[in-house]
Each structure stands twice: as structure tokens, then as C-alpha cells.
């Protein structure tokens, strides 16, 4: 059934339980909550989704009886913890915010359909909360295997009986420091959307630093709203733009993926006339990612966002990230990096290139055809040794690259063993890591600083030390170095972070994959629109219409 199907079959059958004939009203409270209970269990599931919630209204009612369990004052607390799921990147329309406030407010507390009602939208928020709205490549186990350590029913039912609901949304809410920064900074840029500015002209040509641009003041005005400039930096000559600007110039670009050179061209004023809101709604599909994923208490930590073409090694959970480092990583256009969590395990010194058979066959076999000296060129070798352009057509060979200096590989590989063969590893092409846009490689990552890669990784293995780093990654045989423990490697995407100094960063969407995840949550919504709908009784429905 396609998505528009199963979206039009919600909103039937919800349609229907809205309107529950006057025999269900009817009865008493708790038959009332029973039958509501027993329609949520025969909802469609909702597309896409990382949780499947049609038990749990049945759950959480049946160890009461499915007596009511809102008082006036704890409905007001529960609609108080809702009025604020925005804060989270989240969308009040998912919970009937808005049509269960008016409920309270017009004494529906008790009623069974509004107890039921609140009941499904603070179980829904907990989780949404706690692994996101929609599934994602981190989701890899059945759909309720993330919810298994944090059950929503539990920890709504303990939050009530304690008077602490807000401990219950504090405990599903991700811990680790970049979800709280990326939510400091979506207030931010949620103050600046309130107030949009003007766009600014673009010159005719690239305006260098001491060169003439007429809107240089509001230029300045715009880098001190952005935090690119202090609020005290000096005001720039008439129509001139000067040192201070270029400065500021610079750091707004730094942070926008652009080449920070200080130029003011077509790009930079581009990225300095994107609204706020936007900016905003980055922030907030970061939110969801960061969700995605799972708890990876202390110790280290890899993280590489794709988009940024930037690794982070962490260090027990903390936020400020030891070393930091651009990578290349696989082309928008033919070999996109996948997302996945690896499991770092081993590295390799000097390390043989085995090549994919994807890379064999369109690329290595076609030029072997035209030059038979293309392999010995290029420090390749058959394996077996005296195989056939026919016995590596027909999969009886394969080819790899020696270590030494033109390996593709570099002097060191990052080995975390998955189906896909994605790696790190160092590069002999230093010179790539001056180019602005960087997905350049085959979706293998290569990484600036390998011998800093190294000696983190390696730390707390006696053995290793800079010294001994640099002495492996010398030209010699191929050395084999088990880590003492597997690392977490989060190979992630968001277009949109904060970095070290409390900065928001943002990157163009160069997979396109804002753009889809736009579009599964939209699906998402218009799924749940009839489930609130039928939630909230005839007036939500009526509202959904």
C-alpha cells in the first residue's frame, strides 16, 4: 500500500473513532477509556515510524482499571511540559497541543476522550523525544528495540506518581552536550527569525578587502546581529569595506562552509541573505538526527559529519572535542558516504589498497584493456600473481595496491569492519584538503591528520606513543595493531551544528538529504494529523478537516 493509501485509510477508521456512537459516551469512565484504548490498538501503524504506540494507551490503563488518571493541576503540568516541545525542534501539531489546551480550559478534565488524549500525546512526546520521529539508517533492530531501556509507559506512569513529569522528559531527552547546544542555538535563531532583515546587494564583481561595496554599513549591522563582529567593532568608512569587515567576513564564512578568504562574492552574500528561519529549521532536523542516535556513555568517541566534511574525536562525553580535522569524503554524485555507526577495531600501517570490484570493473579493467602496464604503473598486483584480465572479469582474482608512496590509502587505515568496506584511512593527495567542497572519494573517508588519528586512538596502549606512531608510518611491511577496545565511529549528517565556542556552523545539503527528511516528516504529520484528530474528539477532527 502506498503512503497516501495508508495515510487515507488512518484518516477513515480515525474518523470514525472520533465519532463513537452515543452508547460509548455513554457508559462509565473507565468502559470509556477501555474502549478508547481498544480502537488506538486497531490504528494503522504510522508510516515510516520508530515506535509502534498502538498498545500503549491499554498499557498504561490497565493496572488502574482504565480509571482516569488527569487531575485539573496535573493536566495543567502535562499541557505546560507540551506548550514547550517546540524548544525540542519539535511540532505541537504531532501532540493536539493547541485543541487539548482549549479542552482544559473549557473543563473537559475527566472527560474520558481528553484523559485518553493527553495520556497518547505525552507517550508519543517522551518517545519522539527519545529515538525521533522517523526511522533512519541508526535504526537497525525491530522498531521498539530503543525504546527497551526507556519505556515511555513506565516513565510517564513513575513521572505522575512522583509529581515530575518534566524528570520524565529530562530523562528521554538526548545527554549528550551537542543536543543541548544545537537547542541554545535554535533559540537563537528563532529570536533573529522574528525580526527578518533586508537582503543585501550583491556587487557586480568580487569585492576585495579595501575595495568599494555601498551597503558596507549594513554589511557590519548584519556580521554583529550574526555574532561575526563584536557588538563594540568599529563602524566601517563609507561605503568602503574595510579590515574589520573582512574579519568578520571571514569568520561568517568559516562557519557557512564557504572558503574563508575574506572576498565578499556571490557566495558569501548568498549565505548572508539566508532568512533566520531556515537557519531555524536546520537546527531542527539536526535535533531529530541527534535523537536518532543511541547513548554511548563515557570514553571516546569518533563522529565525522559528512555535510561539513569534518571529524571530531571526543573524549567521555564531554563537549569540548580534542582533536578536530577536515576529511574527504565519498562523491555526491556517484559514491555517497553512508551513515552508520562502525565499530573502530584495528588500524594498519602501511597497508595494502584490496580494490572494491565496484572501482575494478568501471574504472581499473577499462584502462588495464587500453595500457597492460597500467597495474605495474600504479604499484598494483594480481591476486593470484599471474591472474588474467578474463580471471578478474569473471571473479576468479582480485587486485590490490603495495604500500609506499602512491597508495591510495596513504602510510595508515582506520579499520571498522562493515558489510560496506568504508574505512578511514590517510591519503597521499594532500592537496584536497585545501579545496572548499570535499566529497571527492569513492565513500571511503580520508582524514587530515592521520598520525593525530593515530595517537588518539591509541591512547592508553603503552606501546604507542607519537614517537613509535611516526616511526610505523615510515615506509616498511604492513603492521597489524588491535586496539584494546572497539571505538564508536558515528559516521553522521546534519547541515547545521554548533562548534567548540558555542558557534552555529552550517553547511550546504550536498546528499540532498534535508530535503528527504522534509519530506518523510511531512508524511509523517499528515498520518498523525488524523490520529490527534480522533484524540481530541469532534472538535480536533473537525479542526483536521
Known amino acids: 500500500m502506498k503512503l497516501s493509501q495508508k495515510i487515507g485509510a488512518a484518516l477513515a477508521f480515525c474518523a470514525v473513532a472520533a465519532l463513537a456512537p452515543p452508547s460509548v459516551s455513554a457508559q462509565s469512565a473507565p468502559a470509556a477509556i477501555h474502549a ?21 494507551l491499554d498499557r498504561f490503563y490497565a493496572p488502574r482499571k482504565y480509571a482516569p488518571v488527569w487531575t485539573p493541576s496535573t493536566a495543567a503540568a502535562a499541557l505546560w511540559v507540551l506548550g514547550r516541545v517546540a524548544q525540542q525542534g519539535l511540532d505541537p501539531r504531532d501532540y493536539g497541543t493547541d485543541a487539548l489546551q482549549r479542552q482544559l480550559r473549557a473543563g473537559d478534565v475527566g472527560s474520558p476522550q481528553f484523559d485518553a488524549a493527553l495520556t497518547a500525546a505525552m507517550l508519543r512526546y517522551l518517545a519522539d523525544l527519545r529515538v525521533g520521529r522517523v526511522r533512519s ?84 549591522e548584519r556580521l554583529v546581529l550574526l555574532g561575526d ?135 581499473i579493467l577499462p584502462k588495464l584493456e587500453k595500457n597492460p602496464d597500467y597495474l605495474s604503473q600504479h604499484q598494483m598486483e594480481t591476486v ?60 571511503c573517508i580520508r582524514v587530515e591528520h592521520p598520525a593525530a588519528l593515530a595517537q588518539y586512538v591509541l591512547a592508553g596502549q603503552r606501546q604507542w606513543n607519537a614517537d613509535t606512531i611516526q616511526e610505523a608510518l615510515q615506509p616498511g611491511p604492513t603492521k597489524h595493531v588491535d586496539l584494546s577496545r572497539p571505538i564508536p565511529v558515528v559516521l553522521f549528517y546534519a547541515t547545521a551544528s554548533v562548534d567548540g565556542e558555542g558557534k552555529a556552523r552550517f553547511a550546504p545539503d550536498i546528499y540532498g538529504r534535508d530535503v528527504k527528511l522534509e519530506r518523510e516528516l511531512a508524511a509523517r504529520r499528515a498520518a498523525l494529523q488524523a490520529v490527534v484528530a480522533a484524540q481530541a474528539g469532534p472538535e480536533g477532527l473537525q479542526a483536521a478537516r
Open 137 to 220: 539508517e541508526y535504526h537497525t533492530g525491530p522498531v521498539e528495540e530503543r525504546l527497551k531501556g526507556y519505556d515511555p509507559v513506565e516513565r510517564l506512569r513513575a513521572g505522575l506518581a512522583a509529581g515530575k513529569l518534566q524528570a520524565a522528559v529530562q530523562a528521554a531527552e538526548p545527554q549528550m552536550p551537542q543536543y543541548a547546544q544545537v537547542k541554545t542555538a535554535l533559540a537563537q535563531y528563532r529570536e533573529l527569525a522574528k525580526q527578518p532583515y533586508p537582503a543585501l546587494p550583491k556587487p557586480p564583481t568580487k569585492v576585495m578587502p579595501g575595495g568599494a561595496y555601498a551597503a558596507a554599513q549594513a554589511l557590519h
Open 229 to 363: 563582529l563584536p557588538a563594540d567593532a568599529p563602524a566601517p568608512a563609507d561605503g568602503v569595506y574595510g579590515a574589520t569587515l573582512e574579519e568578520g567576513v571571514r569568520r561568517f564564512q568559516a562557519r557557512h562552509g564557504l572558503e574563508s578568504d575574506g572576498v565578499l562574492g556571490q557566495g558569501t552574500i548568498n549565505a548572508l541573505n539566508v532568512p533566520p528561519a531556515q537557519r531555524a529549521r536546520q537546527l531542527e532536523l539536526t535535533l531529530e538526527r541527534l535523537r536518532w542516535l543511541p547513548e554511548f556513555g563515557r570514553g571516546p568517541l569518533i563522529v565525522v559529519d559528512l555535510p561539513a566534511y569534518r571529524l571530531w574525536a571526543q573524549q567521555d562525553g564531554h563537549a569540548e572535542a580534542p582533536l578536530e580535522m577536515r576529511v574527504v569524503i565519498g562523491s555526491a554524485v556517484k559514491t555517497e558516504t553512508p551513515l552508520f555507526i562502525g565499530q573502530l577495531r584495528y588500524l594498519e600501517f602501511n597497508p595494502y589498497w584490496n580494490v572494491p570490484s565496484s572501482i575494478l570493473h568501471k574504472e
Open 384 to 443: 593470484p600473481a599471474d591472474a588474467t584480465v578474463a580471471d578478474l572479469k569473471a571473479g576468479k582474482a582480485r587486485v590490490r595496491q603495495r604500500p609506499g608512496p602512491k597508495n591510495s590509502l596513504g602510510a595508515i587505515k582506520f579499520a571498522m569492519p562493515n558489510p560496506m568496506d568504508i574505512y578511514l584511512h590517510s591519503t597521499p593527495a594532500r592537496e584536497l584538503f585545501e579545496r572548499n567542497r570535499r566529497d571527492l572519494s569513492h565513500g
Open 36 to 56: 478508547l484504548a481498544v480502537q488506538a490498538a486497531q490504528w494503522p501503524a504510522t508510516p515510516s515510524g520508530t515506535y509502534d504506540e498502538r498498545a500503549w
